[in-house]
């Protein structure tokens, strides 16, 4: 599909110094008008929403600091995946700059689950903890928040997850708020915050912002400059939690991941230092991409397989050395982990193949001996195949848990909440969730969902929008160099696509120590010859070619050149540097006879 959104093209192109290619794509992600262009384009923190819009948060920051110059023994509970640790660090830091008397517990994921629990609180109230500050859990632990109240603890909640609802006669929703001494969270209906698409590290740091301008009004307790510097530093975990939460990378969150890209080069905290190294990234810029793919996993995959308290040590950490070593144990773990996905996948693909799965509008599988931290990955890649909704359900100590991941045209969240009475808990959002649920209740969950889900064929379908249709002879230097203004790409902002028709594909060669690969020599209407690559599906690719033009012009392509293969081609351009010299190059993203 081809998007078709209207503007003057030209105009914005002359206005703000763009290629009118730019202006197209710009036009094409929902920015409109000057402010938004400017803002999209040359944003900076001084752009960013003020934090006291957050609604309570002076309250909640006048009360823990009256906690902590009482000497309150305060607990920061968190969770174990990016979004978690990160906004627990920020916390803390946080905290222990206003000198208070602090400490943090991450939930086990197998143990605990996800957020506050009565065990949690039973242990803070034996280690005499007075207060709780939840990061990215608590708006959904209203029974929770009400136990610790009657042991005599007291809860702030900062959070940026779904509010609880009921529904009302009348078809209405009333919010179900837990009665903690405040609650931050963007998507409370009070809550006047402009943009309620930031992760918990990002609400976190916003506390903090706060606390620190609140605390630094003390004669003597902390400097504008010490306040601002620690921010900026705090900033870089927001940054990367809004990445690996795969948030919009819309309005402020752009803002933000632009700048803590930049600032994660020279980072001076040692966790990250080490992360960044282990990964054999030191020195080079940073991407979204990096963040959402090599260095996020190994954080998550601590909390999956082992603790994450590990990765929170990582970045508490002051000694290099010690912050290595934990370092490298999160990039084992995660080395570990993608060969337990992989065989997870193939055991759902089978399980889906052979039954009566396969016909089902979403997809509800039980892989009791799958390790349960891996079930929202499982789900990913089954969506990604099936283009379904997926929830996978592993065996827990107390029936099953499990993860869904959806589709644009599926509210996961909002389903979930007509069948609630299967679950013994449950919580997300539009795209992903998570759940409890006795073994029992699988059969009645998977049929209840199919009955209710309203989803046509056509939501099936995946549709790749084209930015661009746009001719190779239009590619140059200067239109790549202009396209990195729009990075960082991610949710919310895709890498842009441009497409053309009548692509000959003239030689090939296969590259790769996997031969996962493929390089080759094409050429465009106007007889003009280009440089590709391809790092995508080469058996698939293979088969397409050899469906479309038989297997011996398949084969002549890799030996002496073909003169029949005629395509159609999603691309991005980009630079190739090799030995010091650059050469513009075609990535082929996708294809079609």
Not at 223 to 249: C, W
């Amino acid at each position: 599909m081809v998007s078709a959104k209207k503007a003057d093209f030209g105009k914005i192109s002359e206005q703000f110094g763009i290629d009118p290619v730019i202006a197209r794509i710009i036009r094409n992600r929902d920015i409109v008008g000057d402010r938004e262009i400017e803002l999209f384009l040359h944003g900076t923190l001084d752009d960013l929403h003020a934090p006291r819009l957050l609604y309570d948060i002076e309250k909640a920051v006048l009360f823990l600091l009256s906690e902590i110059d009482r000497g309150a023994r305060i607990r920061i509970i968190g969770d174990y995946d990016i979004d978690g640790v990160c906004a627990s660090y920020i916390l803390y830091r946080g905290l222990k700059t206003c000198m208070a008397d602090v400490d943090t517990v991450i939930p086990h994921r197998m143990r605990d689950g996800y957020g506050l629990n009565d065990e949690l609180i039973k242990q803070a109230h034996r280690d005499g903890i007075e207060t709780i500050v939840t990061c990215d859990n608590g708006i959904a632990a209203a029974e929770q928040i009400r136990f610790a109240q009657e042991l005599g603890i007291r809860v702030i909640v900062t959070d940026h997850h779904e509010v609880p609802y009921e529904m009302l006669a009348d078809g209405s929703r009333r919010e179900l708020l837990p009665p903690a001494e405040a609650v931050i969270d963007p998507k409370q209906e009070n809550c006047q915050y402009p943009f309620d698409g930031i992760c918990g590290a990002f609400v976190a740091c916003k506390f903090v912002q706060v606390l620190l301008e609140t605390y630094g009004k003390r004669q003597g307790a902390l400097s504008v400059e010490e306040q601002e510097d620690i921010i900026k530093e705090l900033l870089e975990f927001a940054a990367f939690a809004t990445v690996g939460d795969v948030m919009e990378l819309k309005d402020e969150n752009r803002i933000l991941v632009r700048y803590g890209l930049e600032r994660m080069v020279h980072t001076k905290n040692m966790g990250l230092r080490a992360l960044i190294e282990v990964n054999g990234l030191q020195g080079k810029a940073l991407s979204a991409y990096h963040i959402g793919f090599v260095l996020g996993p190994c954080l998550n995959a601590t909390g999956r397989l082992d603790t994450a308290a590990k990765a929170l040590q990582m970045f508490c950490s002051t000694d290099f050395a010690q912050a290595v070593r934990l370092a490298g144990e999160l990039k084992e773990l995660n080395d570990s982990r993608k060969e337990m996905t992989v065989l997870g996948v193939e055991q759902a693909v089978t399980m889906i193949e052979n039954s009566s799965l396969k016909n089902d509008k979403v997809l509800v599988l039980y892989l009791p001996d799958c390790h349960e931290s891996l079930a929202g990955i499982i789900a990913g890649r089954i969506r990604e195949r099936y283009q379904k909704p997926v929830f996978v359900l592993t065996k827990a100590e107390e029936g099953v848990k499990g993860s869904g991941r959806s589709i644009d045209a599926y509210h996961m969240y909002d389903k979930m909440s007509e069948c609630r009475h299967l679950f013994t808990r449950y919580g997300g959002h539009k795209m992903a969730a998570g759940l409890s649920m006795p073994e029992e209740m699988i059969e009645e969950f998977r049929q209840t969902l199919n009955r209710n889900c309203q989803l046509s064929d056509e939501d099936f379908v995946e549709k790749i929008v084209i930015d661009v249709p746009m001719p190779l002879s239009y590619v140059n230097r200067d239109l790549i160099k202009q396209l990195q203004v729009l990075e960082p790409f991610g949710n919310g902002n895709p890498k842009p696509v441009f497409a053309q028709k009548n692509i000959r594909i003239l030689q090939g060669r296969i590259l790769g120590k996997n031969g996962n690969v493929g390089k080759y020599r094409i050429q465009d209407e106007t007889g003009r010859n280009y440089d590709m690559i391809y790092f995508g599906d080469m058996e698939k690719w293979h088969a397409f070619l050899e469906a479309s033009f038989g297997t011996g012009e398949r084969e002549r392509l890799y030996r002496e050149g073909s003169a029949k293969i005629s395509i159609q081609m999603i691309y991005y351009p980009d630079i190739n540097v090799y030995q010091g010299r650059e050469s513009l190059q075609i990535v082929m993203q996708d294809y079609a006879r």
